[in-house]
């Protein structure tokens, strides 16, 4: 049951940072102003889309407790690195972000990591 729970702390953090990167997309990036700054900010906390990707953070946290109650941390915690690979790859089947040798290189660090710390 505890890797069912990595799975949903993965799931839902994959989530909430896909659903945030879209909707920042489609309004446009950062206004200088700080008074712009704060209105395109609280703007996007009231999308209801962006609010889900709270709400999955939250659930993340909650699942991460589930995980961190049955394995040790030690254990647990590189299965982490497990959003970026998957965050890397969803962004780039959704949203065509690039892909270059440094990426992959790196993708595949992380995997190897997680293979090699998660041997003992």
């Known amino acids: 049951m505890a890797y069912f729970y990595i799975f ?9 940072q896909l659903v ?18 704060f209105l395109f900010l609280f703007k996007l906390f009231l999308n209801p889309w962006v609010f889900s990707a ?12 589930a995980t ?29 972000e690039p892909v270059n040798a440094q990426k992959i290189i790196g993708v595949g660090l992380i995997i190897i990591g997680l293979i090699v710390g998660n041997q003992g």
């Not at 949903?8 to 909430?16: A, D, N, R």
């Not at 030690?74 to 959704?94: D, E, I």
Request: net charge neutral; charged share 10%.
């Open 8 to 16: 949903l702390t993965i799931f839902f953090t994959v989530y909430g």
């Open 54 to 65: 709270f709400i999955s953070a939250f659930l993340a946290s909650l699942a991460w407790m």
């Open 68 to 96: 961190i109650s049955k394995l040790d941390l030690s254990h647990a915690y590189p299965f982490m690195g497990l959003n970026f690979v998957v965050v890397f790859a969803l962004s780039v089947l959704l949203f065509q």
């Open 20 to 37: 945030l990167k879209w909707q920042v997309s489609l309004v446009g990036s950062l206004p200088d102003g700080n008074l712009e700054k």
